[in-house]
């Protein structure tokens, strides 16, 4: 019984951290007013929305967006990894960092960088008129915010299966390419349905994320007035005059409902995950896969959307950071400037911002991560109500869009007593992007575990330990290659987080992410340009001293 | 007089002088603590202040204060709007949020004033203050920021460039091919200060707002929700005019960036004025009394206008960017929003949603 006690601790605080800041969402959708102020209880918030055209449009538009990215980043971020891991690709060392931009850049500065660069009057659009006299595509329209949102995802497909893929061993492969089966084929056939579990996951996992983008439609969806329902709920905001409050928490529970049953689903599919247990107690050894001649076709793949997902919109931030204005009939070489990181290095704000920024990723991603692993023992090997019912509200957060996420976070700092003088302090922050990357975390970690063969772990209880000693002694070192890329994709994604930290900012708090959002709103483009830039630049150091401290992305 | 109340309330705890303050509102302002407490200011220690000014910009204004009052330690967060009056009701509700409130969007101000989030302050410096500033000796205009059309210098012909109102409604009617799409303003959906300055164009221009909704929706006109993304796509040609920007903002801009022209409409100019007041629950009353007076001060005015890329609102303050100057330039022309319960009438959720949906049909054809 003993044993039991810590997991129902940790049930318990995940169940309380995740319900209460979603329960006061759902609860706050039923009411006419605040919940902080003399309300009543209505539905008229869900009749406003529903008789709203906008809302119905932008339902239409997230749809599309959610089927549209995971059709494009699933089976490209599938066939990146198995390339990556799996073969003898020229240049993979050089391509690891490259890959992982996308996911440590915001998405609002992402989508400012292609407006730079392939805008209307964007350095490239205009390189390309110049050259066939007309450019073929729309940065604002529906399908490029598609494109872009799956291009931009394929980093995090990318992640999940690469740390599965590099737990299994090559005799399978070997043995398919013995029998004569092209490269293409083994990945096809053999080694990408080996990792399948992670595969489903992150499947579930990139549409969720269809349902909460918010940044690109934001940049991008802005000029024609495309909505997705992150937007719309945005627009709710000021769209009354006053916030209302109950209409965005109504909104947000409609994203809910959707993407409940969708966890249902991947419950059903994941029953036989059982089937792809590959770490057993004798791990083969790996030898990558000789690509032949392929291998420049591989290459020209991801050399292709690395183009297109990182140099084509970071170029354009670069750029934006050292001139003083650009596009039609400037020379760049007249307006160079070094201002813009001058201001930045000026202001006190922005360099605690930069210093915060470090010790959230850093520190807090490491805290993060140790929770998450927490909840994954609590579930790991017991298939009861409770495993259950975790997976059930691990997935819950990321439904509801990081900036109402905040605004939750921030009444429960506010409102019970005992958390408020934690409010004004950086753990309120943790707090938040520890809540609302859950499921991210959580994939990670149940993916490594799900690698671990039961025979390993029943060895140990044979022998008289107890469970804590089976976590400690075998699972965790097991999955120690697993924590770490965990640890490491956590610092990238607390590194760029920006819309959850914004009702949070305070002295003393401030965050790079929030940062950038409130000067976007008052026009120091040039200074976000810098800023991201610099950004980008700690997250680049953080991955090459993780990489030289031996955190392993390969094998 | 003053003295004793002085020492009378040194002797309280800063509780009791807020409750006593409230006590005092029951008998009108002029019951209200005439002049700042500046020992009492210095017990407190500490000022909290909400803006929406870039922390660049409001730090020149701390940077004095401090020197004025070295024992004041001043927490300034900058968010948005929005952000702003949720933080301050959120925070009320559960206790007392910041002791300053400063933010550009009036309507909300006005609006937290009017649900008694603010004490009165009868500060000597109001004297100065226009009377439209000055709302019941509770919410102060601080600035005086005018509105006006932002053009892109490089590519819009001298010959094009509007001078006023009408010059604007004619320029997209006549060249309606050349600047379809190239034109962009505030979205009201999505900026209460667009929205609030759009309908101020109604109030104003009654008889032309019709005919500039009509020209905005005959060239497509492109929304956005801030000032600086209109900015950055005027300056980098992608669109080439920008209507109803704040041109402190757009001053600021062009001094980097000299693709950016300004024009204040000379038929009318809208003002907008950055409104503060002081919490009503504020922990450190005194020292938020003292802020204010700063700011509505010769010294802080000047410091507005030469240092922080606002404009002055005293009119004993002299240069460009300064009420005189725009005066002098402008004339009758200048149009301020005025500082009272007028700015609530489009708060009200059913009026908002009408005109929203009257915008939305003529302008983007919805």
Known sequence: ?555 | MNTTRRRFQRGLLAGLIVAALNATVGFGSAHAQTTADVPAAQKEGKLVIYGVTDNEQANHLIREFRSMYPAINVEYSNMSTTELYNRFISESAAGSSADVTWSSSMDLQIKLVNDGYAQPHKSPETAKLPDWANWKNEAFGTTYEPIGIVYNKRLVPAADVPQSHADFIKLLNTQTEKYKGKVNTYDPEKSGVGFMLVTQDKQVNAAGFAELQKALGAVQVKVQASTGTMMERIASGENLIGYNLNAAYALTRAQKDPSIGIVLPKDYTLVLSRVMFIAKKAKNPNAAKLWLDFVLSKKGQEIIASKADLYAIRPDVEGATTASGLKRELGNALRPVEINTGLLTYLDQAKRLEFLKQWNSTVKGK
């Open chain 1, 1 to 555: 019984m003993l044993q039991t006690l810590p997991r129902r601790a940790v049930v318990a605080l995940l169940a309380l951290s995740v319900f209460f800041p979603i329960g006061l969402v759902l609860y706050q959708s039923a009411l006419s007013g605040p919940f902080f102020m003399p309300h009543a209880l209505s539905l008229e918030s869900y009749a406003f929305i529903f008789n709203d055209p906008d809302f119905w449009q932008a339902a239409k538009n997230t749809m599309a967006v959610a089927i549209g990215m995971s059709a494009i980043a699933i089976p490209l971020g599938a066939i990146l990894a198995f390339i990556m891991v799996r073969t003898d690709l020229p240049g993979r060392k050089w391509l690891e960092t490259p890959i992982m931009i996308p996911i440590f850049v915001s998405p609002v500065v992402l989508g400012f960088g292609y407006v730079v660069s392939l805008g209307p009057v964007g350095f490239f659009s205009v390189g390309f008129q110049n050259i066939f006299g007309s450019v073929p595509w729309n940065i604002y329209s529906m399908a490029s915010i598609i494109v872009i949102a799956g291009l931009t995802h394929v980093p995090h497909v990318y992640l999940y299966s690469s740390s599965a893929l590099r737990n299994l061993g090559s005799d399978v492969e070997e043995a398919a390419r013995l029998s004569g089966a092209s490269p293409f084929r083994v990945a096809r056939d053999v080694s990408i349905p080996m990792v399948s579990p992670a595969l489903l996951y992150v499947g579930v996992l990139v549409f969720f994320l269809g349902f909460e983008i918010f940044g690109l439609p934001l940049i991008l969806g802005d000029p024609e007035g495309h909505l997705v329902l992150t937007t719309y709920l945005y627009k709710l905001t000021n769209k009354l005059g006053t916030p209302s409050y109950h209409l965005m928490a109504a909104v947000a529970t409609c994203i809910i409902a959707v993407t409940f049953p969708l966890v249902l689903l991947q419950r059903f599919l994941l029953k036989s995950a059982q089937r792809f247990v590959a770490m057993k107690g004798k791990s083969a050894r790996q030898r990558p896969l000789t690509l032949g001649p392929w291998k420049w076709v591989a290459l020209a793949l991801i050399v292709a959307w690395l183009f297109i997902t990182v140099i084509v919109p970071v170029a354009g931030i670069a750029l934006r950071s050292v001139v003083s204005s650009w596009g039609q009939g400037i020379n760049l070489l007249e307006v160079l400037t070094l201002d813009h990181f001058r201001a930045v290095f000026q202001e006190d704000t922005m360099i605690r911002a930069i210093i915060n920024s470090i010790l959230i990723g850093t520190l807090g991603g490491a805290l993060a991560v140790g929770c998450y692993l927490a909840v994954g023992l609590a579930t790991h090997r017991k298939n009861d109500l409770i495993s259950r019912f975790i997976d059930y509200i691990v997935l819950t957060p990321r439904a509801v869009p990081g900036l109402m996420a905040g605004l939750a976070v921030f009444w429960v700092f506010l409102f019970v007593p005992f958390l408020s003088p934690a409010r004004s302090t950086l753990f309120s922050v943790w707090f938040a992007y520890a809540i609302v990357w859950l499921a991210y975390g959580m994939r990670l970690i149940q993916s490594a575990l799900m690698q671990v063969g039961p025979e390993l772990e029943e060895a140990g209880r044979l022998v008289g330990a107890s469970r804590a000693r089976v976590s400690r002694d075998i699972t965790v070192p097991l999955i120690r290659n697993g924590l770490l890329g965990a640890w490491l994709l956590v610092f990238m994604i607390f590194e760029r987080e920006y819309s959850t930290g914004v009702y949070l900012l305070s002295p003393g708090t401030e965050v790079i992410g929030a940062q950038i959002v409130s000067l976007w709103a008052s026009g120091a483009v040039d200074v976000v340009a810098a800023l991201s830039l610099i950004n980008m630049a700690l997250v680049g150091i953080g991955l090459t001293v993780a990489l030289r401290f031996g955190v392993k992305l390969h094998d």
